[in-house]
Nanobody, 125 residues
């Protein structure tokens, strides 16, 4: 089992920045990928960024490319999401996710078996 805990959310004005952090604990040696998802009211949960754990290859949704950066700190079992030039449409609950299975697809929430509790990010216009 892997436990995930997010931190760093909050309220920011459009154009501002936030950094989300996800701390992993438990059987972290089994993790193969970590990702950040978000879900706005009435919308499906979508993957904004993912990283192959201990490899470093990253993947981004088109809507955040050039603005968001996912990174990993293997020594501390943490992953980060640096969010710059935030827009009101980035407002959502953000979730950290991890999986312990191998695969080449990273965007479906069905591929992740561990989830954090979620953290609110609100971008005001």
């Amino acid at each position: 089992q892997v436990q995930l805990e997010e931190s760093g959310g909050g309220l920011v004005q459009a154009g501002g920045s936030l950094r989300l952090s996800c701390a992993a604990s438990g059987h972290t040696s089994s993790v193969t990928a970590m990702a950040w998802f978000r879900q706005a009211p009435g919308q499906e949960r979508e993957c904004v960024a993912a990283v192959r754990w201990n490899v470093g290859t990253t993947y981004y949704a088109d809507s955040v490319k050039g603005r968001f950066t996912i990174s990993e700190d293997n020594a501390r079992n943490r992953t980060y999401l640096q969010m710059n030039t935030l827009k009101p449409e980035d407002t959502a609950v953000y979730y950290c996710a991890a999986r312990d299975v191998w695969g080449t697809e990273y965007y479906s929430p069905l591929l992740y078996n561990y989830w954090g509790q979620g953290i609110q990010v609100t971008v005001s216009s």
